[in-house]
């Protein structure tokens, strides 16, 4: 009870780096969804990724 009290910028940097290191995960995928389908088609997508 005393760490939410205490530090609330904490939480608010931790939750900050988390939608950071999804929205990245994100791109890397859609980045590598549409490499493959310049490549090779919709066929590949499902394999690729």
């Not at 608010?12 to 980045?31: K, R």
């Amino acid at each position: 009870m005393l760490t939410q009290e205490t530090t609330p910028s904490f939480d608010l940097i931790s939750t900050v780096n988390v939608h950071m290191i999804l929205n990245l995960w994100m791109l890397q995928f859609l980045f590598c969804c549409c490499h493959h389908f310049l490549k090779g088609g919709f066929t590949n997508i499902s394999s690729a990724c």
